[in-house]
């Protein structure tokens, strides 16, 4: 007589896993809300890259997140003997103090007396004389994921200039608070631009060394040029992991509920809808003076990084979203249509509502015209799902680090 075979449960755990793998729907996890205080960063590692470094004439590309602990990463290198001939700053500047979209002027720092070169504005790219008598290029700066956000973009273009000119780029890597879900249409190639550069979705959950090798080897950059690229990776992260910055990456951006919010709110920038810069709580509120079933009310003001807001001076009636993004582990980890949808829905003058910029955020025309046709939220995430899941299978084989 045959012995039955007893199937333990972690044996049973494992076929389901490879069962539901297999028919192409994934496991979620809960991410974890994480201190960045308990990863180590590429740039705190300096015993794996300081000696690529030595006896060459170094450009940085860093801003003010740019931190090793409390100490800059350019004041660490300086006091380690290296020599930095030039600094390359993008949006918001070295100081990550401008408002998004101002022109950044070249400077010197007046710590160190480096000449910074700004990446943002007729000047995105390092040319050939940026370039000259460089022999390596450090990029450290802090991502928060998001296609629009617009530092991969100056990661990209840097890349580019460092392998047409046969520089090596070493990239310290940094954790990715938005790193948990991969969600949003993948980008058009009719709609490139400094807000969208790669066909990648707009919520692409990796790190930014993982974007780098990503974008390097599948052949994105100019002219399917390869970068001379070496990442120095993180030590204790996850991509299950919401990461609460200690340094708000820009000036919009204070804090985790911000960074959190970003890749849903960020969308109303296509539209005629505040996200409440001007305020205490940019990102974390949205509203508009004729939004008159909102019920929260704000009034945008000149403030350092907004001096300028949409409405400023005037009453707007909106929501505060916060509450939200405190329920984190009970929401799905995806981009939130629900209050771009509901808001073109009760918006009085609806020819008014979308603006140029939004197609270049969405990475589409499609999104646009699914909300103004009333097409219901789960048939239009329906529509990017053939590309995203293209995109998907592309990211894994760049992964640096565990998905749970």
């Known amino acids: 007589m045959k012995k039955r075979r007893i199937v333990s449960f972690t044996q049973l755990i494992f076929v389901l896993f490879i069962s539901m793998t297999i028919s192409g729907q994934e496991i979620m996890t809960t991410p974890v809300l994480t201190s960045a205080e308990s990863i ?52 918001h500047g070295f100081r990550g103090e401008e ?26 790219k390092p040319t050939r004389r940026d370039l000259r008598r460089i022999d390596a290029v450090v990029f450290d700066i802090q991502d928060v994921g998001v296609r629009f956000y617009t530092y991969i973009s100056t990661l990209s273009y840097v890349m580019e200039a460092c392998a047409e000119n046969d520089v090596p780029l ?50 994105w950059l100019k002219n399917s040029v390869k970068c001379d690229l070496t990442v120095i990776p993180l030590s204790g992260y996850s991509h299950n992991m919401i990461i609460k910055l200690p340094v708000k990456p820009s000036p919009n951006l204070p804090n985790w509920f911000s960074v959190y919010l970003y890749p849903s709110l960020a969308l109303f920038e296509g539209t005629i809808i505040s996200v409440g810069r001007g305020t205490n709580e940019p990102f974390q509120i949205f509203g508009h003076p004729d939004y008159l079933i909102g019920t929260f009310l704000f009034k945008p003001t000149s403030k350092k990084g907004a001096m300028n807001p949409k409405f400023k001076g005037k009453l707007c009636y909106g929501q505060n979203v916060v509450p939200y993004a405190l329920d984190y582990t009970s929401n799905k980890p995806e981009i939130n249509l629900s209050w771009l949808i509901e808001t073109y829905k009760y918006f009085k003058n609806k020819n008014d509502y979308f603006n140029n910029f939004f197609p270049l955020l969405a990475g589409t025309r499609k999104l646009q015209q699914q909300i103004v046709e009333g097409i219901p939220e789960e048939k239009i995430r329906e529509s990017w799902q053939t590309r995203l899941k293209e995109f998907k299978q592309i990211r894994r084989n760049y992964l640096l680090y565990p998905e749970n």
């Open 99 to 124: 408002d998004a979209g101002n022109m950044i002027s070249n400077t010197k720092d007046k710590t160190t007396g480096i000449h910074v070169q700004s990446l943002y504005g007729r000047h995105y």
């Open 170 to 219: 070493i990239l310290l890597d940094r954790p990715n608070p938005n790193g948990f879900y991969v969600d949003g249409p993948v980008l058009e190639e009719d709609l490139t631009s400094f807000v969208g550069l790669h066909p990648v979705p707009v919520v692409y959950g990796m790190t930014i060394g993982e974007y780098a090798r990503m974008i390097n080897l599948e052949g």
């Open 40 to 91: 180590v960063t590429g740039a705190m590692k300096t015993e794996e890259y300081a000696d690529l470094l030595k006896n060459k004439n170094i450009a940085v590309v860093a801003n003010h997140t740019s931190l090793i602990d409390n100490t800059h990463l350019i004041d660490t290198l300086l006091s380690l003997g290296i020599n930095i001939k030039r600094i390359f700053a993008p949006e």
